[in-house]
C-alpha cells in the first residue's frame, strides 16, 4: 500500500503523524512510504531520518495524489478538501462533529475516513486518545504556571508552595488521563489540589498514583460550587457530550470565582462542559468572560510537539498497520475497535454522533453490506 504522510498545515500545529520508526515498520511489512518535505521539522526530525528509514521524500501534491492511505493528526482543512477522492483513506484525529463543512468534504469525495478519537479497546477506553490526553493535562497545567504570570497578563501568582505565603489552589475536573496528567504536574509543585470526578472508580484508580496534597471528591453540585470559589486555576479534562445543550459550569457560576482566577480549557469543546469556553490558538491563547481569564488552546500537544509525535505515532501505528496490511474493508470488518472510528464510507456518514449534531442521515458501519457479515475481531 501507499501510504502519504503530509505536513500538517493548521495554524501551530507542529506534530508528525509517523517517526522514522514509524516508517521503518511500514516498509518492513512492504509499503511504499512518501513522506512531504519538512513533515517532521516541527518535531525536530530531519528529512534525511525519514529518508534513512526507507520513506520516499515528496512535494504535497505527489502525497496526496498517489497515496492509498493518508495518515495524518489533525482534521482535513479546505485547502485539502480538493485532493480527497474516492480510493483514499483518511487517518487522522477528525472531530467531524465539529466541521460541517469537513465532513460534506468527506462524504461528497467519497473516501473513507477513519477518526483516531473514536477508536476503542476492550476496555472501552480510547487508546489513540490517553497518549495525547496526558499530554494536554500536563501541557494545559504548565501552561496555567505561563498565563498567571502578570507579564502574560495574569494575576501573578506562582503556581507552588512558597514559604509564608498561601498555597495556591488547583481544581481539576475529571480524574481520567488529561486529569491525572494535571493534577500529577499540579501536586508535584506543592499546589493544593482537588479532582472532582462523577466515577467513584476512576477517583479509586488515581488515588494511589497522587500524593495526599490531592483531594479526590465526588462531583456533585455543592462540591463543584465550594472549589469554583477557592480555586485559583480550573482545570477542565471532562469532553462534554456533543447533543448536550447544558453546562457544568454555567457563564453565572464563573461570578463565584475569584477575578484573579484562571480556567484552563483543556478539552476545548465549544460552549460544552464551560459555557463561556471556544477554542483559541497558540497565537492568541487567552481572553476574558465574566472577568475571568480563560485559556483554550485546541492543540495543546502541539507546543510539546517532539514528544506528542513519539506518544501518537506509537499509538497509531498497530492500527495504520491493520489497515495498510489487510486492507481497510478487511480491517474494518474483522475489528470492532478500529469500526468505531469509521466516520464516513463511500459518501454514507457512520458516526452517530456527528449525524446527530448536525442533523444529517447516518448509517451504523454495521448496517453498510461491505461490514454487514462482521465479525468480533480482536487488537
Not at 500545529?13 to 521503518?24: D, L, Q
Not at 490531592?214 to 471532562?238: A, K, P, T
Not at 474494518?332 to 475497535?337: D, F, Q
Request: glycine share 8%.
Amino acid at each position: 500500500m501507499v501510504i502519504g504522510i503530509p505536513k500538517e498545515i493548521k495554524n501551530n500545529e507542529y506534530r508528525c503523524a509517523a517517526t522514522p520508526g514509524t516508517v521503518s515498520e511500514l516498509v518492513r511489512c512492504g509499503h511504499r512510504i512518501l513522506v512531504e518535505r519538512g513533515a517532521g521539522s516541527g518535531s525536530s526530525i530531519p528529512d534525511g531520518d525519514f529518508e534513512r528509514a526507507g520513506a520516499v521524500l515528496s512535494d504535497r501534491d505527489t502525497v496526496f495524489r498517489e497515496c492509498e492511505l493518508l495518515y495524518k493528526v489533525k482534521e482535513i482543512l479546505p485547502p485539502e478538501y480538493p485532493d480527497l477522492r474516492k480510493d483514499m483513506t483518511v487517518f487522522t484525529y477528525l472531530h467531524s462533529n465539529a466541521h460541517r463543512e469537513m465532513t460534506d468534504a468527506l462524504l461528497e469525495s467519497g473516501c473513507t475516513g477513519i477518526a483516531y478519537e473514536d477508536i476503542t479497546d476492550d476496555s472501552g477506553a480510547f487508546p489513540l486518545l490517553r497518549p495525547m490526553s496526558e499530554l494536554a493535562g500536563k501541557g494545559g497545567f504548565l501552561m496555567a504556571c505561563q498565563y498567571m504570570q502578570s507579564i502574560h497578563g495574569g494575576a501573578g501568582l506562582m503556581l507552588t508552595r512558597v514559604s509564608g505565603i498561601r498555597t495556591p489552589e488547583i481544581a481539576v475536573i475529571g480524574a481520567g488521563n488529561a486529569g491525572f496528567g494535571a493534577a500529577e504536574l499540579a501536586a508535584a509543585l506543592g499546589n493544593r489540589v482537588t479532582i472532582l470526578d462523577v466515577s467513584v472508580e476512576r477517583l479509586e484508580a488515581v488515588k494511589y498514583r497522587l500524593p495526599g496534597n490531592v483531594e479526590l471528591l465526588y462531583s456533585n453540585r455543592q462540591n463543584l460550587l465550594r472549589c469554583l470559589e477557592r480555586s485559583d486555576v480550573l482545570v477542565n479534562c471532562i469532553l462534554w457530550p456533543k447533543a448536550r445543550k447544558d453546562h457544568l459550569v454555567t457563564r453565572e457560576m464563573l461570578r463565584l470565582m475569584k477575578p484573579s482566577a484562571l480556567i484552563v480549557d483543556v478539552a476545548c469543546d465549544e460552549a460544552g462542559a464551560i459555557e463561556t469556553c471556544r477554542s483559541t490558538s497558540h497565537d492568541v491563547p487567552t481572553y476574558r468572560e465574566e472577568g475571568i481569564l480563560h485559556y483554550c488552546v485546541d492543540n495543546i500537544p502541539s507546543a510539546f510537539a517532539c514528544t506528542a509525535t513519539e506518544a501518537l505515532a506509537s499509538a497509531t501505528l498497530p492500527y495504520a498497520l491493520q489497515l495498510a496490511n489487510k486492507g481497510p474493508v478487511r480491517a474494518l470488518r474483522e475489528n470492532p475497535h478500529l469500526r468505531r472510528g469509521l466516520t464516513c464510507f463511500d459518501g454514507i456518514l457512520t458516526l452517530e454522533e456527528t449525524g446527530l449534531k448536525q442533523s444529517r442521515p447516518y448509517k451504523k458501519p454495521e448496517d453498510i453490506p461491505e461490514f454487514a457479515a462482521s465479525q468480533g475481531g480482536s487488537l
